[in-house]
């Protein structure tokens, strides 16, 4: 009988191998899927955040710099099923076309997380750089909302009026098969950014950043932004989802601190349960919905090899 229990270990083994190469080859989601988990070199951080993303049963998107790029695609390739890599691009790059082809062929999936631009998001010049990523069927973020200045001394080129969700209307209805996910729900214009998901079916947004921080106390008031549940109505799109489903998880965990994962995440479900959202919805905010995405564009890809 050895010889039998060996080949099972062995058929095992060849398994497991298998399902790990590839997370589209998964059957099952993960629990969790955390779309915005900014990499730029910082030692130690990416063995740190595949612990956290194992005992979550998450993968995680990974928003890599130019400066993070080699050790990030070592490492995803080393620990295959666990990160979809995100090519950290500046849209005001002369080079940026050709970094997105460079991303594309180490088999990165998305492009973000785009921000800081000198022209408004959806400003034409810009129109080739999602030509491109269409092209590959990558996953744009975007920042949006009021953005950080770290050296007050320093003058920069830097608007938060160029990064408003409303700046993703016009992208998502362009490049209607290119999923677009706007972070920080347009921080402070919650609203606006709702509104502009409801009508744009591969719109999505995060609420990571100091949003939740701020409405803590009165999560109640997103049922005011996601209004739409169960509405039937000319006026609205058809589907039936739960609106609140506009929503993913994305913690925004950056400069090699961790902590705002298991933070955001206890944010989130604090919010979401304040809100009474039913937990098949909330199964789609922290996994489904980007699972659903991620099997689509795994599709899109197989279609263009000839598979
Ligand atoms: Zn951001």
């Not at 951080?45 to 400066?67: S, Y």
């Not at 659903?292 to 890809?301: N, T, W």
């Amino acid at each position: 009988m050895r010889p039998i229990i060996q080949h099972s270990r062995w058929a095992a083994i060849v398994a497991l191998l298998v399902a790990s190469l590839a997370v589209a080859a998964q059957t099952a989601p993960p629990r969790l899927i955390d779309a915005h988990e900014h990499f730029d070199g910082e030692p130690g951080v990416l063995e740190n955040l595949l612990a956290k993303l194992k005992a979550a049963d998450g993968i995680g998107f990974l928003l890599v710099t130019q400066k993070g790029f080699p050790e990030a695609s070592k490492f995803m390739h080393e620990h295959p099923g666990h990160f979809i890599g995100f090519g950290d691009i500046n849209l005001d790059d002369p080079d940026v076309l050709n970094r997105i082809d460079r991303f594309h062929r180490a088999g990165f999936r998305g492009l973000g997380e785009i921000t800081s631009s000198q022209k408004n998001y959806d400003d034409p010049s810009y129109w080739p750089i999602y030509d491109r990523a269409a092209k590959y069927h990558m996953i744009l973020l975007f920042h949006t909302g009021v953005v950080s200045r770290e050296n007050p001394d320093r003058p920069e080129n830097v608007s938060f009026d160029r990064m408003r969700a409303t700046r993703l209307d016009l992208i998502a209805r362009h490049w209607p098969k290119t999923i677009v996910i706007g972070a920080h729900l347009g921080n402070p214009d919650y609203a606006e950014a709702a509104e502009v998901a409801r009508w744009s079916p591969n719109l999505y947004f995060d609420l990571s950043g100091s949003s939740l921080i701020k409405m803590n106390g009165n999560y109640k008031y997103f049922r005011s932004i996601f209004w739409w549940s169960g509405t039937t109505s000319s006026h609205t799109p058809a589907g039936g989802r739960n609106a609140f489903e506009k929503l993913v998880f994305g913690s925004d965990v950056f400069g090699g601190e961790l902590g705002e994962f298991d933070d955001g995440l206890a944010r989130y479900h604090a919010m979401l349960d304040a809100c009474s959202v039913p937990p098949d919805a909330q199964a789609m905010i922290f996994s489904g919905t980007m699972w659903r995405i991620l099997q689509q564009q795994q599709k899109e890809m197989d279609a263009d090899k000839g598979n």
